[in-house]
Structures are given as C-alpha cells and as structure tokens.
C-alpha cells in the first residue's frame, strides 16, 4: 500500500526525543480530516526508516506505518 498526499498537512503539536536509545517523533495533525490523528515514530538508521504507530482519532484505531525514503524517479 503507498500513500501519497500532496501539498501540506497542518501539525497541532510535534516533539523529537530520545527513547530506548533510538530518536523518537511525535506528530498530531490539526487538518481537516485529520484533527487529533496522531504518528508516534521511532527513527532506525540501520534501514533508514520511521517506523511507529498512526493513531486515526476519528474512528480511535490505530495502525502500524514505515515511512521509507523516495529515491529520484520513483513513484
């Protein structure tokens, strides 16, 4: 599953610290569509990904996400 959405999204809140020895960022959404949602990530550089957990606040679940980096030319 990819997820691409253009243009900008409106951050409420966002915090960067340590945590289990790895970088930690949280993000809450203040968008329309998003009010609430949440992404709670951890940053492991041995695969150069984010990967955590996005909490959907409209229908309070949450889902597991990896965000990987787009290489030039890729869709």
Do not use: N, W
């Amino acid at each position: 599953m990819r997820y691409f959405k253009p243009g900008e999204v409106r951050v409420a809140e966002s915090r960067v610290s340590a945590q289990e020895e790895r970088i930690q960022l949280f993000v809450e959404l203040r968008d329309e569509g998003y009010p609430g949602c949440t992404y709670t990530l951890f940053y492991y550089p041995e695969h150069d990904v984010l990967a955590g957990a996005y909490h959907q606040a409209a229908v309070d679940r949450t889902y597991e996400v990896i965000f990987v980096k787009k290489e030039a030319g890729e869709i």
